[in-house]
């Protein structure tokens, strides 16, 4: 005799499709929220760079008691540069979802560490975020040479 088995376990075609459905919404969902996150950290990363190389420049107009240049380079290169403490250029570039929107131009650091007042400029990195607003941040230069950072997003 045959017995029949009520016992099975194990999970029907309804219930899987049910899950990889939705597993798939979690993942149309979650997608676009993360790219927006990974575009939002490389603005805020090319921003900590560029004050961070703004404050090297400075130390290097310090310990070399030696003007230092720090050069904006908008377009079409979308970069800037500067000369080490060992007179080696240089020369950083912006990640491409990410946009140095400031005006062209040069920042003096003067061998006590301060700028002069004419090349005192703030620079702007904006990237494109979904929904058509900017994620802008601004690196100011003091005239005391410091280097600081602000934060804002906005829709143009």
């Known amino acids: 005799m045959s017995k029949l088995r009520t016992d099975q376990r194990g999970f029907s075609l309804g219930e899987l499709l049910v899950v990889v459905a939705i597993i798939g919404l979690v ?8 790219a927006e996150q990974v575009r939002a950290a490389e603005v805020r990363a090319a921003g900590d760079q560029l004050a961070m190389s703004l404050k ?7 310990t070399t008691h030696a003007d230092v240049v720090f050069t904006i380079d908008v377009d079409p290169d979308n970069k800037y540069s500067y000369t080490d403490n060992k007179g080696r250029p240089r020369e950083i570039e912006v990640p491409e979802s990410v946009t140095i929107t400031s005006s062209d131009g040069d920042i003096t650091f003067t061998q006590n560490g301060s700028i002069d007042s004419v ?5 702007v990195l904006e990237a ?7 994620d802008r941040w601004t690196i100011s230069t003091s005239i005391l040479g410091v280097a600081s950072v602000t934060h804002d997003r906005y829709t143009p």
């Open 27 to 34: 993942v149309m969902v979650a997608v676009p929220l993360i």
């Open 56 to 62: 090297a420049a400075r130390m290097v107009a310090v």
């Open 119 to 123: 090349t005192a400029m703030d620079v």
């Open 128 to 134: 494109n975020m979904t929904g058509g607003d900017l």
